[in-house]
């Protein structure tokens, strides 16, 4: 055995219809690590998903795994560009979201501008930048339903407390 070499092993094999979830075990030395690798595999190369509830299905389970945010993981496509930019977009879209940090001025454009100073050619075609903005669409959508939903459960709690708490008669 080379002590140079680096072994990969799938453990286990999950298909969740759009995507794959593997389990692979890295050994270097005597030392292995687990890895999650999340496959999408109805997407075209330059084309775009039929739908957009795996696509986030995909990244709730990618953060699913990360402990913290400083945890890094890795989004990788054939050229790291058109499909890895769609994902990068909308999980720090997302992150933003999560955090309750999107802007009153917040811009899906100025967001993928800025990212392709950092990685050129991000998101590359006109199908990639919509599907963007229909699944930003879709979080957005999904968030304001949460808070509302949370609203009126705080609202029926409130009401019970009342009622609960009026003096009887």
């Known amino acids: 055995m080379h002590g140079r070499a680096f072994f990969v092993l799938q453990d286990s094999e999950e298909n969740k219809g759009d995507y794959l979830t593997r389990t692979l075990r890295v050994t270097y030395r005597n ?5 999650k690798q999340l496959h999408y595999l109805n997407w075209p190369d330059h ?26 993981f890795c989004i990788h496509c054939s050229a790291g560009c058109g499909r890895t930019g769609v994902l990068c977009v909308i999980d720090y879209t997302w992150n933003l ?29 006109k199908e990639q930048y919509e599907l ?14 949460s808070v509302d939903a949370q609203t009126c459960r705080n609202e029926v709690s409130d009401q019970e407390h009342c009622l609960a708490n009026e003096p009887e008669f």
């Not at 802007?103 to 075609?125: A, W």
């Not at 963007?132 to 339903?145: A, D, G, H, N």
Request: glycine share 2%; proline share 9%; charged share 25%.
């Open 31 to 35: 030392c292995s690590r687990t890895l």
């Open 97 to 125: 979201l999560k955090k309750q940090m999107i802007t009153p001025d917040f811009s899906i454009y100025d967001l993928v501008q800025n990212m392709r100073t950092q990685r050129p050619s991000l998101v590359q075609t």
């Open 132 to 145: 963007v903005y229909r699944t930003i669409k879709s979080l957005f959508e999904r968030y304001l339903q």
């Open 47 to 72: 084309g775009v998903p039929d739908s957009i509830p795996p696509i986030l299905d995909m990244l709730h389970e990618m953060r699913s795994y990360q402990p913290h945010d400083d945890v890094p």
